[in-house]
């Protein structure tokens, strides 16, 4: 047997990757198979029934296309990586999704894709309308608001609008959530399912919604125009306008559709209207388009005749299960108003039990704080009737402080008194004094006068008996005896001595009498200033004593103060005393 005649063994499986809208799975698929059975065993283990929307897309060159179920999978221009890659997607659109989706998990598979493409801005969507859906996302993925557990920035990591809408206000990633959130919190009690199918619901009257856009050209040259293939029928577009399509075609208006090669031939019902000829870029694409056309038509008669005993069975289970699910979700409700209603009641009863701790508590150290303050105010009586008997000790000794105090300013009025009287008298000698002393001075002019005229007459008689002594001088040096006495009648200057001997014993007695006044003048005035430096002493000793007084007054004055007393008005006057004492004694320096 030749080496060379052996064939290569072929392998007998394939792999192949399914990616769906929320899960990844790997199958091991065997060479023959065609499209339908991979197609199949996707539904099975995803759990779809409804498989006539969904379809296994792939990506060929530059474009894409869904894989044939009556050709076997590596016939098809599939990719030839390992695994071979396929898209799980809706394919065909129903026309109103609340009558025409029956399972939940198509329902699901729905809201999922169309999310997508919203998110993708592959189906534009207002911003109004971006946050209205994103609310019912929300409300699909999280379950009812909370506001104890869905605090600010739950959101944060959620893609919930087009960035063409976040881009289009100047708005922050907090002002988006709250907004999003006030319309969220509005949709307390709606389940998953019913939140996605309103979701659903808004989308399906979006213009986009489900339209499939090709590029196609009139003719062959020019005359850009876009194809859009939907559940209502065909539309075309203008290059820059996919919302509002120029022509439209129902599918209850065509007739025939047919392509030869790269053009497409469009047949109105009415043979009175006219054809309308297209043409596109690849032959690919063309049959796509007719892939697309041939399912959205076959749907749209589908939705008009009587469902088939399959769906009619699958939307009784899907009522009866939906009826199931509503019954469970009141029963669910029921059980989580009644544990809400017990949680709050036990919060309710924990609050009023922490309230009632805090309430004894706060009595117990209200007890304790009256305990401690009736301690303190006894103890404070204590201290205020020691501090009252000790007031009255010093309010009685105030008392005899206070008499002791009048008693020394009586004495103090009656020394004052004296005083006045004896400086009043002090006035009057120093007065009598002072006239005496000018009488005196007068009397000692006039004596000073008498004994100048004295001097001068004894000067004279001296001056006489000198010139008499020298003429009888030689006489008695003559007859060296002495005369015999003269007698007064022969001589003539006996009247002279006898006049001498008088004007001696004149003066002399002038003399005394003057040194007498002196000496008596003398004593006199020491006499007097014995009695201004002993009336100055006691006006020093007063004004010594005043101060005492007037230091024990305003002590007295802080102490009645202090305790409540009035002070005595008699310590009033006690500077007015002081300012007479001192005014007096400047008078009595002067004299």
Same mark, same amino acid.
């Given at each position: 047997?030749?080496?060379?005649?052996?064939?290569?063994?072929?392998?007998?499986?394939?792999?192949?990757?399914?990616?769906?809208?929320?899960?990844?799975?790997?199958?091991?698929?065997?060479?023959?198979?065609?499209?339908?059975?991979?197609?199949?065993?996707?539904?099975?283990?995803?759990?779809?029934?409804?498989?006539?929307?969904?379809?296994?897309?792939?990506?060929?060159?530059?474009?894409?296309?869904?894989?044939?179920?009556?050709?076997?999978?590596?016939?098809?221009?599939?990719?030839?990586?390992?695994?071979?890659?396929?898209?799980?997607?809706?394919?065909?659109?129903?026309?109103?999704?609340?009558?025409?989706?029956?399972?939940?998990?198509?329902?699901?598979?729905?809201?999922?894709?169309?999310?997508?493409?919203?998110?993708?801005?592959?189906?534009?969507?207002?911003?109004?309308?971006?946050?209205?859906?994103?609310?019912?996302?929300?409300?699909?993925?999280?379950?009812?608001?909370?506001?104890?557990?869905?605090?600010?920035?739950?959101?944060?990591?959620?893609?919930?609008?087009?960035?063409?809408?976040?881009?289009?206000?100047?708005?922050?990633?907090?002002?988006?959530?709250?907004?999003?959130?006030?319309?969220?919190?509005?949709?307390?009690?709606?389940?998953?399912?019913?939140?996605?199918?309103?979701?659903?619901?808004?989308?399906?009257?979006?213009?986009?919604?489900?339209?499939?856009?090709?590029?196609?050209?009139?003719?062959?040259?020019?005359?850009?125009?876009?194809?859009?293939?939907?559940?209502?029928?065909?539309?075309?577009?203008?290059?820059?306008?996919?919302?509002?399509?120029?022509?439209?075609?129902?599918?209850?208006?065509?007739?025939?559709?047919?392509?030869?090669?790269?053009?497409?031939?469009?047949?109105?019902?009415?043979?009175?209207?006219?054809?309308?000829?297209?043409?596109?870029?690849?032959?690919?694409?063309?049959?796509?388009?007719?892939?697309?056309?041939?399912?959205?038509?076959?749907?749209?008669?589908?939705?008009?005749?009587?469902?088939?005993?399959?769906?009619?069975?699958?939307?009784?289970?899907?009522?009866?299960?939906?009826?199931?699910?509503?019954?469970?979700?009141?029963?669910?409700?029921?059980?989580?108003?009644?544990?809400?209603?017990?949680?709050?009641?036990?919060?309710?009863?924990?609050?009023?039990?922490?309230?009632?701790?805090?309430?004894?508590?706060?009595?117990?150290?209200?007890?304790?704080?009256?305990?401690?303050?009736?301690?303190? !105010?006894?103890?404070? *009586?204590?201290?205020?009737? %020691? /501090?009252?008997? $000790?007031?009255?000790? +010093?309010?009685? =000794? #105030? &008392? @005899?402080?206070?008499?002791? !105090?009048?008693?020394? *300013?009586?004495?103090?009025? %009656? /020394?004052?008194? $004296?005083?006045?009287? +004896?400086?009043? =008298? #002090? &006035? @009057?000698?120093?007065?009598? !004094?002072?006239?005496?002393?000018?009488?005196?001075?007068? /009397?000692?002019?006039?004596?000073?006068?008498?004994?100048? =005229? #004295?001097?001068?007459?004894?000067?004279?008689?001296?001056?006489?008996?000198?010139?008499?002594?020298?003429?009888?001088?030689?006489?008695?040096?003559?007859?060296?005896?002495?005369?015999?006495?003269?007698?007064?009648?022969?001589?003539?200057?006996?009247?002279?001595?006898?006049?001498?001997?008088?004007?001696?014993?004149?003066?002399?007695?002038?003399?005394?009498?003057?040194?007498?006044?002196?000496?008596?003048?003398?004593?006199?005035?020491?006499?007097?200033?014995?009695?201004?430096?002993?009336?100055?002493?006691?006006?020093?000793?007063?004004?010594?004593?005043?101060?005492?007084?007037?230091?024990?007054?305003?002590?007295?004055?802080?102490?009645?103060?202090?305790?409540?007393?009035?002070?005595?008005?008699?310590?009033?006057?006690?500077?007015?005393?002081?300012?007479?004492?001192?005014?007096?004694?400047?008078?009595?320096?002067?004299?």
């Amino acid at each position: 047997m030749s080496i060379l005649g052996l064939k290569k063994k072929q392998p007998k499986t394939f792999k192949v990757k399914v990616i769906t809208m929320d899960a990844e799975m790997e199958f091991s698929c065997e060479v023959k198979w065609k499209g339908k059975d991979l197609f199949d065993l996707v539904c099975r283990t995803v759990g779809l029934r409804e498989t006539w929307f969904f379809g296994l897309r792939y990506t060929v060159k530059d474009t894409y296309a869904w894989l044939k179920q009556e050709k076997r999978v590596l016939d098809q221009e599939v990719p030839k990586d390992s695994p071979i890659m396929f898209h799980f997607l809706a394919k065909f659109f129903p026309e109103k999704v609340e009558e025409e989706l029956v399972q939940e998990i198509t329902q699901h598979l729905f809201f999922l894709q169309v999310k997508k493409q919203i998110l993708d801005e592959e189906i534009f969507c207002s911003p109004e309308a971006s946050v209205l859906l994103a609310s019912y996302a929300v409300q699909a993925k999280y379950g009812d608001y909370d506001p104890n557990f869905h605090k600010p920035g739950f959101l944060a990591q959620d893609e919930l609008l087009p960035k063409r809408v976040l881009m289009q206000y100047q708005m922050t990633a907090d002002m988006w959530e709250e907004k999003i959130t006030a319309w969220y919190a509005e949709h307390r009690g709606i389940a998953r399912d019913e939140a996605e199918m309103e979701y659903l619901k808004i989308a399906q009257d979006l213009e986009m919604y489900g339209v499939s856009y090709f590029h196609i050209t009139q003719n062959k040259r020019d005359t850009d125009l876009l194809l859009g293939v939907d559940a209502q029928g065909l539309h075309i577009y203008s290059p820059n306008n996919k919302l509002n399509p120029n022509k439209s075609f129902p599918w209850s208006g065509i007739r025939n559709i047919s392509y030869s090669e790269k053009e497409f031939t469009i047949k109105p019902l009415d043979k009175k209207k006219d054809v309308f000829k297209f043409y596109s870029s690849q032959l690919r694409v063309n049959k796509l388009i007719l892939q697309l056309c041939i399912g959205n038509h076959d749907l749209f008669m589908r939705r008009r005749k009587v469902d088939s005993i399959e769906v009619q069975q699958m939307k009784s289970q899907a009522k009866e299960e939906k009826a199931r699910k509503k019954m469970e979700r009141q029963i669910l409700a029921r059980e989580k108003q009644m544990r809400e209603e017990a949680e709050r009641a036990k919060e309710e009863m924990e609050r009023r039990l922490f309230q009632l701790q805090d309430e004894a508590r706060l009595a117990n150290e209200a007890l304790l704080r009256s305990e401690e303050t009736a301690d303190l !105010l006894a103890e404070k *009586a204590q201290i205020a009737e %020691e /501090e009252a008997k $000790l007031l009255a000790h +010093k309010a009685a =000794e #105030a &008392e @005899q402080e206070r008499q002791r !105090l009048e008693v020394t *300013a009586m004495k103090t009025k %009656e /020394e004052k008194r $004296l005083m006045e009287q +004896k400086m009043r =008298e #002090a &006035e @009057q000698l120093a007065v009598k !004094l002072v006239e005496q002393s000018e009488r005196r001075l007068k /009397e000692a002019d006039h004596l000073k006068q008498d004994l100048t =005229e #004295a001097k001068d007459a004894e000067r004279r008689a001296k001056q006489k008996l000198l010139e008499i002594t020298k003429t009888t001088y030689p006489l008695i040096a003559a007859y060296s005896t002495p005369p015999a006495p003269p007698e007064p009648a022969d001589f003539g200057y006996e009247p002279a001595a006898s006049r001498l001997d008088f004007k001696d014993s004149d003066m002399k007695r002038l003399s005394m009498e003057i040194e007498r006044e002196r000496l008596e003048y003398m004593e006199k005035s020491k006499h007097l200033q014995d009695q201004l430096k002993e009336l100055k002493t006691e006006i020093e000793s007063l004004k010594l004593e005043e101060q005492q007084q007037q230091h024990q007054a305003n002590m007295y004055s802080l102490h009645n103060e202090a305790r409540g007393y009035v002070q005595d008005p008699l310590y009033i006057s006690h500077s007015n005393r002081n300012s007479a004492y001192m005014s007096q004694m400047a008078f009595f320096e002067e004299v």
